[in-house]
């Protein structure tokens, strides 16, 4: 299963860095995607990273902003947020894909394990 964690309440302009831990397998070689579901509205992809080279593909929304970052050895995939906004605020929750994965993709249909949210509330 996944764990995510260190959301919280930050003021805009300010960081977060959230968590995403997995028991019970090992996440090397798996697509991991973040997510964020805002209040009233679909939840959607804003960053994933691939499980072989580690590529990163990004939300417009979240570019320049945010980073996804894995560490196989702590079997935990990171998401650095800087310079937040008000309209960050959302559940966030971490996914993984089984391998082989072509293509780390920004749609939630292909993960296979969720973690449960972390709220992270950005005030301005």
């Known amino acids: 299963q996944l764990q995510a964690s260190g959301g919280g309440l930050v003021q805009a302009g300010g960081s977060l860095r959230l968590s995403c831990a997995a028991s019970?397998?090992?996440?090397?070689?798996?697509?991991i995607g973040w997510f964020h579901q805002a209040p009233g509205k679909e939840r959607e992809g804003i960053a994933v990273i691939s499980g072989d080279d580690g590529t990163t593909r990004y939300a417009d929304s979240v570019k320049g902003r945010f980073t996804i970052s894995r560490d196989n050895a702590k079997n935990t995939v990171y998401l650095q947020m800087n310079s937040l906004k008000p309209e960050d605020t959302a559940d966030y929750y971490c996914?993984?894909?089984?391998?082989?994965?072509?293509?780390?993709?920004?749609?939630?249909?292909?993960?296979?394990?969720w973690g449960q949210g972390t709220l992270v509330t950005v005030s301005s």
């Open positions: 996914a993984a894909d089984t391998p082989p994965v072509t293509i780390a993709s920004m749609c939630l249909s292909p993960y296979d394990y």
């Open positions: 019970g397998f090992r996440l090397v070689g798996y697509a």
